[in-house]
Each structure stands twice: as structure tokens, then as C-alpha cells.
């Protein structure tokens, strides 16, 4: 069977919409480790692989090859092409040290290590009457401060 040129020509743009329509959705892992690891200089990308793959191109260096590359298994790893924009990084700040359990003074209650407590908080506890312990409490249960129970009483 001989094809005229009119019957190919028809069928090139069914091939291109169809070839369209059947790509999956890949995440583009080019883009974003390109826009994340900011190498300076440009990259030859080879993508006919699982995942694509740079190598220096013109001004580009080893170094910044294998960040992209890195970047690109890191993303691959996590299944995600970007990092949302809500994204919260961990704070580099250390967290603040656990107090351990005290001995409650005669008629007092326990300092309540369970909840999230302020620097000062040790030293304030004893100083509080029974009432202000168990107020205090009830303001950590709800997540507010020791001091903040003792702003009210003020007013």
C-alpha cells in the first residue's frame, strides 16, 4: 500500500494531538531544582531516562551538575517537584530543656512540666498561692502562659 503525501499529511497532526494526550503528567524536576539550586553557568539536561540527568554545559561547573542531580533523586525520593509555598522549615533554634518533675511544696501543686512552659516559670511556681497554681493550670491546658493567668487578676 503506497501513502500519498495528503493522507500523512492528515495523519501527523492526529499523531501530535494523540502523543499530547497520552504524555503523563511528570513532575518537572528540570524547572524546579533549576530554579532551587541557582548553579550559575548553563546544563545539558538528558531526560530520556527515569529522571533526567545534568552535566556541565557552557559556564556551568561539576559542582552545580551534582547539586542539580542530587536534587533532582531528592525531589524523586519525597515524590514532589516543588516544596509548597506553605512550607514550614524546622527551627534551627534548639528546643527549650524539659524541666523534670518537682517535689510540690506543703498545700501547693507540682510544677506541670507536661505543658510547654516560659524560662522563668520555675522560679514563679512556689511564689503562687494554691488558687494561682490551679488557675495557671488551666490557662496551659488551653495553651496560654503562667504569666498571662496572672495578667487578669491584675486588672
Known sequence: ????????????????????CATTSR??????????????GSYIWTTGTELPSASPGEG?????????????IRRASIGSQVIPPNFEKPDPRPAPPKLAPQPAQPGKLPLPVEYPLQPSDAELWPTLTLEQQKR????????????????????
Open 27 to 40: 513532575p518537572d524536576y528540570v524547572r524546579s531544582c533549576t530554579a532551587d539550586v541557582g548553579a550559575s
Open 60 to 72: 556551568g561547573t561539576s559542582e552545580g551538575a551534582k547539586a542539580l542531580n542530587e536534587c533532582v
Open 136 to 155: 495557671a493550670i488551666k490557662f496551659l491546658k488551653d495553651g496560654s502562659t503562667i504569666t498571662s493567668s496572672l495578667e487578669l487578676e491584675s486588672t
Open 1 to 20: 500500500m503506497q501513502l500519498t503525501g495528503k493522507p500523512l499529511f492528515l495523519l501527523l497532526p492526529s499523531a501530535v494531538i494523540l502523543s499530547a
